[in-house]
């Protein structure tokens, strides 16, 4: 009996969560059109928020009737006593919000000949409720229309004025929308992938490249522990509770994290062109100051100031949704690429622990928690869209965001954006590294990083598909996670791979190799640990290293340490980072 009783109140929960789902989409946008019955300027639409369930609206603006607008805001329109002397014969009031129902305004307004209802609000528009009853009581539309658009009417048009309300019919899906943060997507794993990888093998040559500047120095990586991962999620678990119920306190908090870490991701990724500019080499003058007393390059500093004004000018602008969204994905984007670089998961058990653990929480808070908090609402999608009731009405930047590019009006009423957050690029982006950097070891034609890749895109296309078919926000980690690691590890299974794909094959531990003829994965690989001592090869291999002058890569057959039988390695990934350093 207990056990039917927690079922049946299980169902029950499900059914209100569903119910609650229609109740919001009950509530749409539409349009009025209004024009001057005078002739003179152009006709103009302006957004509501109306009910279908109280009357349905046309379509296309074709098929609606053009209604004279009789001002009544000095009116509630509560009791007949509001209503004027002839009534609403074929109009369309405008009446002000509040004092009573949206129902007992709509029965007054049909009941004197009006042929729709504008209720003007001065706050946020909501949706004009009722019940089944009053629903099939009433046949005229009613809709809420801001005070704000109601002055701008009364100044372009004047008072004279009618209107036709229409509701146009919104794609399902905005594909140039979704081709875009495909594109991004994907772009940025596979780029952050390739170049995790390339970074060590560039790291293997310039451990043997004698370079004073301190601008050439790169940022070590940090191998990711399955201590560092518990520790990551239960952060992640914590944060994510804390901003669904301390949000308009904690998200200026995230806004400033987001500016300082998106500058430094934008620099790591533009100053390795600037390094490749023969110009403007200049130094900073000998002084004593903390950092400028390695004398940076001029240019190095500029180039911090203009990615830190980068960011200052997104975090001044950031509600613009015109254009602030396209500073948000590049410094978003230059984020990720940064953290794939530098943060680097060293065995394939590290990386199945790390997608597996964020698969179950990024399950967990869409899908579970509607069913643990009092509104309903999932915490995830709540806090990655921001609360209904927020008083500050930002937004976390922690996701790629993209609007509607359709030419619907709606647009009018509210940008629509899609949104993908950091952590469904950089958890699987984290596995493409790894993938890349194996391919390297094993030299295998960058065979796990291709294939990774592909099944990253496709896990984001059946993330599409599934929000399409649903209406509602997805976990996409849901369908990448699946897609990634089980074509990994099938790969690693054909290819009779899967125990050193599964460990890492040692390569973890960045064993000082020269970039053209590195040990093999099979053969012996050198006792000296290169991370106790980056600056210098290890004693057995300074005779061969020596030679060659500093600023040169060494030639194909200077190094002998790996015997005359060492087939030359890393041909196809270790010559492109080198000689362009």
Known sequence: MAAAAVAAAALARLAAAFLLLAAQVACEYGMVHVVSEAGGPKGKDYCILYNPQWAHLPLDLSKASLLQVRDWTTSVLCSPAD????????????????????????????????????????????????????????????????????????????????????APKEPMLDYNNMVIIFIMAVGTVALGGYWAGSRDVRKRYMKHKRDDGPEKHEDEAVDVTPVMICVFVVMCCSMLVLLYHFYDQLVYVIIGIFCLASSTGLYSCLSPLLQRLPFCRCRVPDNSLPYFHKRPQVRTLLLALLCLAVSVVWGVFRNEDQWAWILQDALGIAFCLYTLKTIRLPTFKACTLLLLVLFIYDVFFVFITPFLTKSGNSIMVEVATGPSDSATHEKLPMVLKVPRLNASPLALCDRPFSLLGFGDILVPGLLVAYCHRFDIQVQSSRVYFVACTIAYGIGLLVTFMALALMQRGQPALLYLVPCTLVTSCALALWRRELGMFWTGSGFAKDLPQSPWAPASADGPQPQADSDATPSRPPPGQEAALSPPPAEQPPEPSAPEESGAGAPPQETETGLAPGPSA
Request: with cysteine; hydrophobic share 40%; aromatic share 10%.
């Open 83 to 166: 209503l004027p002397a002839k009534g609403f014969s074929n109009q369309i009031p405008l009446v002000a919000r509040g004092n009573c129902t949206f129902y007992e305004k709509v029965r007054l307004a049909q009941g004197s000949g009006a042929r729709g209802l504008l209720i003007i609000s001065k706050e946020t528009l909501v949706p004009p409720g009722g019940n089944k009853t009053q629903y099939d009581e009433i046949g005229i539309p009613v809709a809420l229309l801001s005070y704000k658009d109601m002055l701008d009417i009364f100044e372009t048009f004047g008072r004279a004025v009618r209107a036709a309300l229409y």
